[in-house]
């Protein structure tokens, strides 16, 4: 059964469009290289001057998931560019069955 993960992150209002390209450029292709990797949809707004997005990404199942954030695959995955621009880091994602 296919799996969603589900990660969330906020960066100042300024910093907004620079992750936006950030993540277009490293994230997203890092994901989409991952064996067992399906799609992904990444949503962002901005909430009480802060930038939040939010990555959906989904997966053919948990083992592959495994293989792009490890064996503790419950722990959200950051890069070292991160630092520069988000206000706390998430210690964990959510992972749901898609049913339909």
Known sequence: MMIARIWHGKTRVED???????????AIPDYSKTVGFIKLSFLRNIKNNEGHFTLITY????EVIKNFAGQDFEKAKYYP???A???????????????S
């Open 59 to 62: 997966w053919e199942n948990l």
């Open 16 to 26: 907004y469009e620079v992750y936006t390209e950030f993540l277009q450029k490293t």
């Open 85 to 99: 621009f988000l206000l706390e880091f998430e210690e964990t994602v959510e992972h749901f069955e898609v049913f």
């Open 81 to 83: 560019e991160d630092d």
